[in-house]
């Protein structure tokens, strides 16, 4: 509980600091005044106007938590069972056929992986930004990703129970395939370090995001089993028309993220960030909504203006 309150804060912290920076920076001591033109503070109209709006596109690499991962793992307590093919007598038969099991033998479950993890993958996305002041915006942005989870259902074979340990292990693949998409809207605040060329950043802001399962299914020899199921109260019988349901799998989720990196200015008209981020979110997976943190390492193109300048 403790933990969530603190990350529920980054969005008003990374905000106060970078106000309080904004504030620091304003205080000077008073200077002597001068007939010498060269000790005047320059006329507002001297300074590089304030851009507003800043846009732009990003891509990186996403490390998603594996703890949503095992919904796919086709657990009883899942709402995609692996139990919904193996236990149905036509899929069963057919199983055993495809992997030329003997009639007299038997196709038994061992264990279903309880430590499922999704791969690494790819993001991309675009961003937009208001500039309040040079060094503090408001920003909203989309991300995509495609995530897939990969891993096994043991299984053996035997004519009878007394001699499974005489047989070996059979590795049954299983797999998992989702969209998702992060909608973020937070604060981004920049620190100058080196005259207008490069600078340092904050972000921090809330998180919505929206899932959508793809697939959910295991695989025997060359053939995919989907543990979805589209038969509602029907069972499945092989050369029947049966009648499908659309399902839909997935919804909408919240969170918070901070995150942070290293600027760079080309030209005024371009920009490029190297930054990563933490975003604690709660997947819309039925049973495995809880608060869990995904990590992204991305690359991003700023255009239309860059706000790395002098204040003074």
């Known amino acids: 509980m403790k933990n969530r309150i603190i990350i529920c804060l980054i969005p008003f912290i990374v905000f106060a600091f970078s106000s309080g920076y904004a504030q620091r ?3 000077v001591n008073p200077k002597i005044k001068t007939t010498d033109s060269r000790s005047k503070k320059k006329p507002e109209e001297e300074k590089e106007p304030l851009i507003r709006w800043h846009y732009g596109f990003n891509f990186g690499v996403y490390f998603a938590n594996r703890y949503n991962a095992n919904y796919y793992n086709g657990s009883e307590n899942n709402v995609n069972k692996f139990s919904y093919v193996y236990n149905n007598r036509s ?13 007299y033998d038997s196709l038994y479950l061992l264990e279903l992986p309880a430590n499922m993890k999704y791969n690494t993958t790819m993001t991309g996305g675009l961003f937009l930004r208001y500039s309040l002041t040079h060094r503090l915006d408001f920003f909203l942005d989309a991300t995509f990703v495609k995530l897939k989870a990969d891993d096994a259902v043991t299984m053996k074979t035997s004519h009878d129970t007394t001699s499974l ?3 070996p292990m059979i590795f049954i693949p299983i797999h998992g395939e989702e969209e998702r998409i992060n909608f973020d809207l937070g604060v981004h605040t920049t620190f100058p370090i080196y005259k207008k060329k490069i600078n340092l950043f904050l972000e921090g802001g809330f998180n919505f995001n929206y899932t959508k399962v793809l697939k959910s299914f295991v695989y025997f020899v060359n053939k995919e089993y989907s543990l979805i199921n589209i038969y509602g109260n029907q069972q499945y019988s092989a050369g029947y028309n049966m009648q499908e349901f659309p399902i839909t799998q997935g919804g909408m989720g919240y969170g918070v993220l901070g995150g942070g990196g290293i600027g760079f200015t080309f030209v005024p008209q371009l920009g490029m960030e190297l930054g990563t981020n933490i975003r604690y979110v709660s997947v819309n997976l ?4 809880a608060l869990k943190p995904s990590y992204e390492v991305y690359i991003r193109f700023v255009l239309g203006g860059f706000k790395s300048q002098d204040d003074d």
């Open 25 to 27: 920076k304003e205080e």
């Open 91 to 103: 899929w069963y038969q057919e199983i055993k056929q495809l992997m030329q099991i003997s009639q």
């Open 286 to 289: 039925e049973g495995y909504g």
């Open 165 to 167: 340990q005489l047989v």
